[in-house]
C-alpha cells in the first residue's frame, strides 16, 4: 500500500453565510503499487482537492490520510515535504519547469536536497536515460520557454520520475496540448505505469486519455465511485 485514505472529507465554510460546502464526501482509496487509475467528473467536482489529498499538498477537514502505513497526521511539515519528494511525483496541466533554468537542470531540480555525490552523479545518468526515452536528449541546454508545449509536458513527466517515486500524481497532464500531443503524453505515463511499475494517478476530463489507466473512478458531489 502506498497511499490510504480513510473516510476523508473536505469542506469549505462559506464566509458569513450558514451553509458548507462539502467538496469530499467520506472517500476511502487505496493506492497500491503499479495501480494505474484515472478520476474523471465536472469542473469543480473536486479533482484537484483530492488528488492534493493523495499528495499530502492540502489536509482533508476530516478523515485519515497514510503513507506506507504511517499516518501523516503524526509528521511536521518538514518530514512531510522529504517523504512526499522521496515517494511522489507531479505533473500539473502547466508544466511549472522553471524558466531561468535549462531542461537539464529543471530536471534535476527534484534531486537537490540530496547530499550524496554519487547519488547525485547517479542522477545525472538517470536523467539523461529518461530524456532519450522521451526524445530531448539534444534539447538540455535548452530553457523551457525554447521548447513546445509537448516538450515541457514531456520534461515534466522526467522531472517527476528523477527521484524514482513509487507514485505519479497528474492533474489534466495534457490540458495545454493539442489532441496528438495529448494521445502521445497519454502513452508515455501508460508505458511508464507498465514496465517501471511506478502507479499513476490521473485526474482528466478526456475519456480519451482516462482510458489508458486501468480503472476508472467517477468524482460527483462529493462521492467517488466506479465508472
Ligand atoms: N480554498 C477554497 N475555498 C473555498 N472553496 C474552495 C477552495 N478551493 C477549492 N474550492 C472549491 O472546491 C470545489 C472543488 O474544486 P477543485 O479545484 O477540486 O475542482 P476540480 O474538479 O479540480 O475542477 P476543474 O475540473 O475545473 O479543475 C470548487 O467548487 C471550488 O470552488
Ligand atoms: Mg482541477
Redesign the pocket.
Known amino acids: 500500500m502506498i497511499i490510504e485514505l480513510d473516510s476523508i472529507s473536505k469542506y ?1 465554510e462559506n464566509e458569513g453565510a450558514i451553509t458548507r ?1 462539502n ?1 469530499l464526501n467520506e472517500i476511502s482509496l487505496a493506492i497500491n503499487p503499479g495501480d494505474a487509475l484515472s478520476i474523471v ?10 488528488l492534493n489529498i493523495l499528495g499530502t499538498l492540502d489536509l482533508p477537514t476530516s478523515g485519515i490520510v497514510k503513507i506506507k502505513g504511517k499516518s501523516i497526521h503524526d509528521f511536521n511539515e518538514k518530514q512531510l515535504a522529504k517523504i512526499r519528494n522521496d515517494n511522489i511525483g507531479f505533473i500539473f496541466q502547466l508544466h511549472h519547469l522553471l524558466p531561468q533554468l535549462n531542461l537539464i537542470e529543471n530536471i534535476l531540480v527534484p534531486t537537490i536536497p540530496q547530499k550524496d555525490k554519487s547519488l547525485k552523479k547517479s542522477a545525472l545518468e538517470r536523467a539523461m536515460n529518461l530524456l532519450d526515452s522521451v526524445g530531448l536528449v539534444d534539447k538540455i541546454h535548452q530553457r523551457p520557454g525554447q521548447l513546445s508545449g509537448g516538450e515541457c509536458q514531456r520534461a515534466a513527466v522526467v522531472r517527476a520520475l528523477i527521484n524514482e517515486p513509487d507514485l505519479i500524481l497528474a ?2 497532464p495534457t490540458g495545454s496540448l493539442d489532441q496528438d500531443s495529448a494521445e502521445k503524453l497519454g502513452e508515455l505515463l501508460s508505458v511508464i505505469n507498465k514496465k517501471q511499475n511506478v502507479a499513476m494517478v490521473m ?1 482528466t ?1 478526456s475519456h480519451d486519455l482516462a482510458k489508458k489507466m486501468d480503472k476508472i473512478y467517477k ?1 460527483d458531489h462529493g462521492n467517488l465511485t466506479d465508472y
Open positions: 469549505y460546502r467538496v467528473g465536472p469542473s469543480g467536482s473536486g479533482k484537484s482537492t483530492l492533474d489534466e485526474v476530463h468524482l
